[in-house]
């Protein structure tokens, strides 16, 4: 049981990672999160790793939600839940979405991020699963 | 509230551990009685630095002006906290704490902390909590900190009693805005700042602000100074900080100022009493059957509400 306990509502941080231009999907998935009942601290566009690291710190969020369609997810993943661990948000579950093959998501799921939605995943599984995450039951 | 091998929050804070000051804020910020102690051990060392409120409708560039400010103070080498607060939905209660994109990656500098914060559910522009917020933001070291409140539209009066300098953000051609706020503005405003200054119309609003601003009263002393800014062509940031400054050494300097500080702890102190007896009579309510029978009595209209309650008060004025 973590020190909040009760009733707080479960802080979650939403970024994109990576050059690709537009949010999207990235505030869909925020609002749908929001809606949900959750606090969704939303950073935006072209976050590199260590920016991204240092709000979930500073945040002190529940959970991490990358959004990502340049690519480069092998290279930026692993490196944010790297630098996670190393400031000690280690136990902070990362999620991800974007279009990633099978192969690599397989890969980064070893690597430590903990669910990896495609285009296909529906907003209610997305929830669903950020709630179980949340919550530790995932 | 320090768990074995953790060390003591307060100290842990002030020694500058980001981690602990996050973690604190959490507990303060969802009432966990475990920050109470953190609470009584930092108001000692607070009150001493500007809490600057940054308030005024949505999108007029409060973040934006935030981060231009944190450059700012960072290029005068003072440290910043930052508190913004954004609206927590009533259906849901969740919320979407969007201000921190404004601001620009300073990689790897300490200088600057950043929390967002929803407002759970408080009226007046902020959350419950957030003074309490920006006192553990004064504890962890820093020289200034910059409160952004929710923007609502209405004038958010809660940033009057957590903010030592109070600036309120319009924007040009804000002419109905300017009405619907005008009854609680000026006595909010010791800054205005007319920003988007590189649209047109900003002298316009500058000179009605201006006229607007002789006409209202000015309890203290202070005259509200207004500052043109622009946050896209970068310009009167640092006029936007002197003006800051000189409110904060005039507040320093006026001799009602501690009889105004007597009057904010003073208010604060009684909030706090209304809450802990809310809480212990809400406790009792639930937990003692012939405090239950008190309420049966009423719904019966055999005994009317304000009597139930004068009996419940723990020393009743009766
Ligand atoms: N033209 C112009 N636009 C600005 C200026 N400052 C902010 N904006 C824009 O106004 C919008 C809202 O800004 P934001 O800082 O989020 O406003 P807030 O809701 O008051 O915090 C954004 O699209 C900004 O780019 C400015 O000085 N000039
Ligand atoms: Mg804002």
């Given at each position: 049981?973590?020190?909040?306990?009760?009733?707080?509502?479960?802080?979650?941080?939403i970024?994109?990672?990576?050059l690709?231009?537009?949010?999207r999907?990235?505030?869909?998935?925020?609002?749908a999160?929001r809606?949900?009942?959750?606090?969704?601290?939303y950073?935006?566009?072209?976050?590199?790793?260590?920016?991204?690291?240092?709000?979930?710190?500073e945040?002190?969020v529940?959970l991490?939600?990358?959004?990502?369609?340049?690519?480069?997810?092998?290279?930026?993943?692993p490196?944010?839940?790297?630098?996670?661990?190393?400031?000690?948000?280690?136990?902070?579950?990362?999620?991800?979405?974007?279009?990633?093959?099978?192969?690599?998501?397989?890969?980064?799921?070893?690597l430590?991020?903990?669910?990896?939605?495609?285009?296909?995943?529906?907003?209610?599984?997305?929830?669903r699963?950020?709630?179980?995450?949340?919550?530790?039951?995932? | 509230?320090?768990?074995a091998?953790?060390?003591?929050?307060?100290?842990?804070?002030?020694?500058?551990?980001?981690?602990?000051?996050?973690?604190?804020?959490?507990?303060?910020?969802?009432?966990?009685?475990?920050?109470?102690?953190?609470?009584?051990?930092?108001?000692r060392?607070?009150?001493?630095?500007?809490?600057?409120?940054?308030t005024?409708?949505l999108?007029?560039?409060?973040?934006?002006?935030?981060?231009?400010?944190?450059?700012?103070?960072?290029?005068?080498?003072?440290?910043?906290?930052?508190?913004?607060?954004?609206?927590?939905?009533?259906?849901?209660?969740?919320?979407?704490l969007?201000?921190?994109i404004?601001?620009?990656?300073?990689?790897?500098?300490?200088?600057?902390?950043?929390?967002?914060?929803?407002?759970?559910?408080?009226?007046?522009?902020?959350?419950?909590?957030?003074?309490?917020?920006a006192?553990?933001?004064?504890?962890?070291?820093?020289?200034?900190?910059?409160?952004?409140?929710?923007?609502s539209?209405?004038?958010?009066?809660?940033?009057?009693?957590?903010?030592?300098?109070?600036?309120?953000?319009?924007?040009?051609?804000?002419?109905?805005?300017?009405?619907?706020?005008?009854?609680?503005?000026?006595?909010?405003?010791?800054?205005?700042?007319?920003?988007?200054?590189?649209?047109?119309?900003?002298?316009t609003?500058?000179?009605?602000?201006?006229?607007?601003?002789?006409?209202?009263?000015?309890?203290?002393?202070?005259?509200s100074?207004?500052?043109?800014?622009?946050?896209v062509?970068?310009?009167?940031?640092?006029?936007?900080?002197?003006?800051?400054?000189?409110?904060?050494?005039?507040?320093?300097?006026?001799?009602?100022?501690?009889?105004?500080?007597r009057?904010?702890?003073?208010?604060?102190?009684?909030g706090?009493?209304?809450?802990?007896?809310?809480?212990?009579?809400?406790?009792?309510?639930?937990?003692?059957?012939?405090?239950?029978?008190?309420?049966?009595?009423?719904v019966?209209?055999?005994?009317?509400?304000?009597?139930?309650?004068?009996?419940?008060?723990?020393?009743?004025?009766?």
């Amino acid at each position: 049981m973590s020190a909040k306990g009760r009733k707080s509502p479960v802080r979650v941080l939403i970024a994109k990672p990576g050059l690709d231009g537009h949010d999207r999907g990235a505030k869909i998935v925020a609002r749908a999160l929001r809606d949900s009942g959750m606090e969704v601290i939303y950073a935006g566009l072209r976050q590199t790793p260590e920016e991204i690291v240092r709000a979930a710190v500073e945040e002190d969020v529940d959970l991490v939600g990358l959004s990502i369609l340049s690519g480069a997810h092998m290279a930026l993943l692993p490196r944010i839940v790297r630098l996670l661990k190393k400031e000690g948000g280690g136990r902070i579950p990362v999620f991800a979405g974007g279009i990633i093959p099978d192969e690599d998501a397989r890969r980064l799921r070893r690597l430590g991020v903990r669910a990896i939605f495609g285009p296909g995943a529906s907003l209610a599984e997305i929830v669903r699963t950020a709630q179980q995450l949340a919550r530790g039951v995932a | 509230m320090s768990r074995a091998g953790t060390p003591d929050p307060a100290r842990a804070i002030a020694a500058g551990d980001r981690r602990a000051l996050a973690k604190a804020i959490t507990a303060v910020e969802s009432g966990d009685p475990a920050s109470d102690a953190l609470l009584r051990a930092v108001f000692r060392r607070t009150g001493k630095i500007p809490i600057v409120g940054l308030t005024g409708p949505l999108g007029v560039g409060k973040s934006s002006l935030i981060n231009l400010l944190v450059a700012h103070l960072r290029a005068q080498g003072k440290t910043v906290g930052v508190v913004a607060v954004d609206p927590t939905s009533p259906f849901s209660g969740g919320s979407v704490l969007g201000d921190r994109i404004r601001l620009e990656r300073r990689p790897g500098d300490p200088g600057v902390f950043f929390r967002s914060m929803a407002s759970r559910g408080a009226a007046g522009g902020i959350a419950a909590s957030t003074r309490d917020v920006a006192r553990l933001l004064e504890a962890a070291g820093f020289d200034v900190v910059l409160v952004e409140t929710v923007g609502s539209g209405q004038v958010d009066v809660a940033i009057r009693d957590v903010a030592s300098t109070r600036i309120v953000v319009l924007v040009p051609h804000l002419g109905d805005e300017v009405q619907t706020l005008k009854a609680g503005l000026f006595e909010i405003a010791d800054v205005f700042c007319v920003n988007k200054s590189d649209l047109p119309g900003a002298e316009t609003a500058e000179r009605d602000l201006a006229e607007l601003a002789s006409l209202g009263p000015a309890p203290d002393g202070w005259r509200s100074r207004i500052v043109r800014t622009s946050t896209v062509v970068p310009s009167g940031i640092p006029e936007l900080w002197k003006a800051v400054e000189a409110h904060e050494r005039f507040v320093a300097e006026a001799p009602g100022h501690l009889a105004e500080q007597r009057r904010r702890l003073e208010q604060e102190i009684v909030g706090r009493v209304r809450d802990l007896v809310a809480a212990e009579i809400a406790a009792r309510l639930e937990a003692e059957p012939s405090l239950r029978h008190l309420v049966d009595r009423v719904v019966a209209r055999e005994l009317d509400p304000r009597s139930a309650a004068e009996r419940l008060l723990p020393r009743s004025r009766r």
